[in-house]
Nanobody, 117 residues
């Protein structure tokens, strides 16, 4: 499974951004997908995840500001982020868990989100 993330960039505080991640290869085998982020000098954080049937979970740090969704027909997962703050600045990675696996074995290349005025 290959994951291609896009949508990062520079946004002002209070702004919004939508990240996209398209899966290819053996995308039919994907069950769960998610987004991690890693800020400079910080540990990697699971921001949001979504199950194959659309159930979603969020980190407390983004709850109420983020929405994860997926389009199974397009093998694509999205992360809509609103009310962005400087502390949301990070490289965002999409991840995928394949059927029969117990972890996110597929990672995208990362897309940088910078929140700054």
């Amino acid at each position: 499974v290959q994951l291609q993330a896009s949508g990062g960039g520079l946004v002002q505080p209070g702004g919004s951004l939508r990240l996209s991640c398209a899966a290819s290869g053996s995308a039919f085998s994907i069950v769960h997908m998610g987004w991690y982020r890693q800020a400079p000098g910080a540990q990697r954080e699971l921001v949001a995840r979504i199950t194959s049937d659309g159930g979603a979970n969020y980190a407390d740090s983004v709850k109420g500001r983020a929405t994860i969704s997926r389009d199974n027909a397009k093998n694509t997962v999205y992360l809509q982020m609103n009310s962005l703050q400087p502390e949301d600045t990070a490289v965002y990675y999409c991840v995928a868990q394949r059927r029969g696996s117990s972890s996110y074995g597929s990672w995208g290349q990362g897309t940088l989100v910078t929140v700054s005025s």
